[in-house]
């Protein structure tokens, strides 16, 4: 689960734009070596999110206290965390792929490993509902929305290339805009 202290540093790192010197340094990855983030996920349909995220949706859904709907401020979700952080990372191999002037090849290979899992997660979200509390109890969802950004490197500045995703898991709720 994400804490504030999440939320802040993709905030500042990718949401921001702000520089980081070890990516930069990273030519060899052709220029996707960081993303800006985009949305993703059934939930991204429900809301009318699409393309990059905008810096205030993205701090509406991944709100203190729970997401909220970016066009109304209605909250979304029971849960009053912030999401769940997952991370898709290939084999380090990978990213030697980007290393010898290879990046479109290594950028396939993460983009289907990718979207893979997250197709196969938003359906088994949408299809059997989330869990909720020390009882898990079931709960009817609208699926998952999800920020998503690419990264080039470790922080320490090794190759691996990896996705972050700010995962959000949506009730369903009337109020939430077709």
């Avoid at 509406?60 to 109304?72: E, F, K, Q, R, S």
């Avoid at 979304?76 to 952080?85: I, N």
């Avoid at 197709?119 to 509390?133: C, E, H, N, S, T």
């Avoid at 470790?154 to 700010?166: C, F, K």
Wanted: negative net charge; glycine residues 12%.
């Amino acid at each position: 689960m994400m804490g504030l202290d999440s939320i802040e540093y993709h905030e500042h790192t990718v949401a921001g734009r702000n520089d980081d010197p070890v990516v930069a340094a990273a030519d060899y990855y052709a220029s996707r070596g960081k993303t800006p983030m985009t949305w993703g996920g059934r939930g991204r349909e429900l809301l009318g999110l699409d393309g990059q995220v905008d810096l205030d949706d993205y701090r509406a859904i991944y709100a203190v206290g729970g997401a909220l709907d970016p066009a109304t401020g209605t909250r979304l979700v029971a849960c009053r965390r912030p999401g769940l952080e997952l991370v898709v990372s290939p084999h380090k191999s990978v990213a030697e792929l980007g290393v010898i002037g290879r990046a479109e090849d290594m950028h396939a290979i993460v983009d289907a490993e990718r979207d893979a899992t997250l197709d196969f997660l938003d359906v088994q979200v949408a299809d059997r509902g989330g869990r909720r509390g020390r009882a898990v109890v079931a709960s009817p969802t609208g699926g998952l929305l999800w920020a998503t950004s690419r990264h080039a490197t470790t922080r320490a500045g090794d190759p691996q290339v990896h996705d972050h995703l700010l995962t959000e898991l949506l009730g369903r709720n009337p109020q939430v805009r077709a």
